[in-house]
């Protein structure tokens, strides 16, 4: 299989998105609304339930699965309202201490005037920030796609996970092509330098562990099967993570930020 | 990439006899005229590209600035193609070894930690030694218990190094999280272009912030809203002017007036009058 072919399964439609997780995983879900300041984004669901016994806040950016969900969801490219109700909600978890698991599935953040007029940079610029010293644990899964700051943006946790054939780009390899070949259609050549499979991002320690697929997410109870070993997983690294204190946890979620990046003195 | 630099100081560009144009004008200039001028043209008015040494020269005290971290350089992180040669060229072009200037100065009577971008080394764009650096100095600040100064200007995240330069804007993002919470200050001034992952991360998280006139400072590219939104933006669309109108800047400051901003700034966060 072609770079770009794992590419095109990462954004399959007929791959489950956030919402079918929360409502596999997540029992008595409960969604809340609104960043308190502008409107609600519904690229962003947001809101808390029970994983197992305990009780956690849950964030996902969904797509939408039809065309009339696709447009009412942004077509899973979240507007700043959408961070700043992630930040609102990250915060209550933490007061509650509940811990946070985050969906990431985006092609990346809203593009358009009213993204930019209010402040789509500066909404993920300060949930980088204050993710990183948020007091409860936070792992946080890229289902398909993970499109760069819209990404990061509910992505600064303490264990990022990917699934086998999801991406996590700093750029979209469509747009690296045009920019450093002038040609989109060098999309694979592109994907493949991109080093931004699961795969290459475990071996740069970028993410902790890497999901198993079903073979086919057409397959009902293939799926199901999928979201339910899922799901223990993240209730034992749950477990896990909240038996750390807390001055360690940050100190661990810092650390694992701190290390990344590679470079020489001179001479 | 592993020869010295040999940096272009402020005085360089003050006797060069070079001729240049203007960026927006293109008005054919000699070097040393626009950089008397602090690289304003005359002709336009346009705010040139200032480079990071000579915005130092201007800012600091004279004779107090500590260079941190000089020669760090990249090592091609994830083997991208092409990447090694553009990089030597960007090295050639700027005197640098890579997009930031960093190190310790005083501004008036206060010590600062302060980091300058670069754009003259591919747009300054963020990879592991941007990232670093300013992660590094914001870890230091915190420690010595310094207000840290900061000008960006940079395409965002650099995609030669894929993924490792997005965890750039999580880990200096984090670094300046710890500082805020240290109760230090953090200002920072966006100058032309503040785009992409700098403006998603710490360009946008200074306590105060502002910009030079008529930078461009957004998320997304114009081009691309235009392009994906089908829409015309204006002409003013992610100015320094239409962020300040937005929320988004503090202060729009002159390079003449920057100076005496920053030490008044400054003075006011040290507690003595
Ligand atoms: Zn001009």
Redesign the interface.
């Known amino acids: 299989m072609s770079a770009y072919d794992r590419i095109k399964l990462a954004r399959d439609i007929n791959r489950p998105t956030a919402k079918k997780y929360i409502d596999v995983i997540i029992d008595d879900f409960m969604e809340f609304h609104g960043d308190r300041a502008f409107a609600d984004d519904h690229a962003i669901i947001g809101g808390i339930g029970w994983l197992d016994n305990t009780a956690v806040t849950v964030i996902g950016i969904e797509k939408g699965t039809d065309m009339e969900s696709k447009q009412f969801r942004g077509f899973g490219s979240a507007l700043p309202e959408g961070y700043r109700k992630a930040q609102r909600l990250m915060f209550q978890a933490e007061k509650f201490k509940r811990p946070i698991i985050c969906f990431v599935d985006t092609q990346g953040?809203a593009?358009?005037?009213g993204?930019?007029?209010?402040?789509?940079?500066?909404s993920?610029?300060?949930n980088?920030?204050?993710m990183?010293?948020i007091k409860v644990p936070i792992i946080t899964i890229i289902i398909g796609e993970g499109g760069?700051?819209g990404a990061?943006?509910l992505?600064?946790a303490d264990e990022v996970w990917m699934l086998e054939n999801s991406y996590?780009?700093?750029?979209a390899p469509e747009s690296?092509a045009s920019?450093?070949y002038k040609d989109p259609e060098r999309k694979d050549e592109a994907a493949e330098?991109?080093?931004?499979f699961a795969e290459?991002?475990l071996e740069?320690g970028?993410i902790e562990k890497i999901i198993a697929e079903p073979e086919n997410f057409t397959d009902a109870d293939a799926t199901e099967e999928f979201l339910l070993k899922l799901k223990e997983d993240l209730i034992r690294n749950i477990k896990r993570l909240s038996s750390k204190r807390v001055g360690q946890l940050l100190a661990a979620r810092?650390e694992k930020?701190?290390k990344?990046?590679?470079?020489?003195?001179?001479? | 990439?592993?020869?010295?630099?040999k940096h272009i100081t402020w005085k360089d560009y003050r006797h060069s006899t070079k001729i240049i144009k203007c960026e927006k004008c293109k008005q054919e200039l000699v070097q040393k005229d626009l950089a008397k001028n602090n690289f304003v043209c005359p002709k336009c008015g346009k705010y040139n590209k200032l480079p990071a040494r000579v915005r130092i020269a201007e800012l600091a005290n004279k004779g107090s600035f500590k260079e941190f971290w000089p020669?760090?350089?990249?090592?091609n992180?994830?083997n991208?193609?092409?990447y090694e040669e553009k990089y030597a060229a960007a090295q050639d072009k700027s005197g640098e070894?890579?997009g930031v200037v960093t190190g310790t100065c005083r501004i008036g009577k206060v010590k600062v930690a302060i980091f300058v971008m670069e754009p003259k080394f591919m747009m300054a764009s963020m990879?592991?030694?941007v990232?670093?650096k300013i992660?590094a100095l914001f870890e230091y600040a915190t420690k010595k218990k310094l207000p840290v100064i900061g000008f960006t200007a940079s395409g965002g995240?650099r995609?030669q190094?894929?993924?490792?330069?997005?965890?750039?804007?999580?880990?200096v993002?984090?670094a300046?999280?710890?500082h805020?919470?240290a109760g230090l200050l953090y200002t920072v001034c966006c100058t032309d272009p503040t785009t992409?992952?700098i403006?998603?991360?710490?360009?946008?998280?200074g306590d105060i912030i502002i910009a030079e006139p008529e930078a461009t400072i957004?998320?997304?590219g114009r081009r691309?809203?235009e392009q994906?939104?089908g829409?015309t933006?204006p002409d003013d669309?992610?100015s320094s002017e239409f962020q300040f109108e937005?929320?988004?800047v503090d202060a729009i400051v002159k390079r003449e007036d920057m100076r005496d901003y920053l030490v008044n700034l400054l003075k006011l966060h040290s507690g003595r009058r």
Do not use: W
């Open positions: 953040a593009c358009g005037s993204a930019e007029q209010r402040g789509v940079g500066q993920i610029a300060d980088l920030a204050k990183m010293t760069s700051g990061l943006g992505a600064v996590y780009s700093v750029i690296c920019i450093l330098s991109l080093h931004l290459n991002l740069l970028i810092y930020f701190r990344v990046g590679r470079y020489k003195e001179i001479g | 990439m592993s020869r010295k630099m020669d760090v350089t990249t090592v992180p994830i991208f193609p092409t070894s890579d990879g592991s030694v990232g670093d992660t995240a995609m190094e894929g993924m490792v330069s997005l965890m750039q804007m999580a880990k993002s984090g300046v999280q710890y805020s919470q992409g992952g403006t998603a991360s710490f360009a946008m998280l957004g998320f997304a691309v809203v994906v939104t829409e933006l669309f992610q937005k929320g988004f």
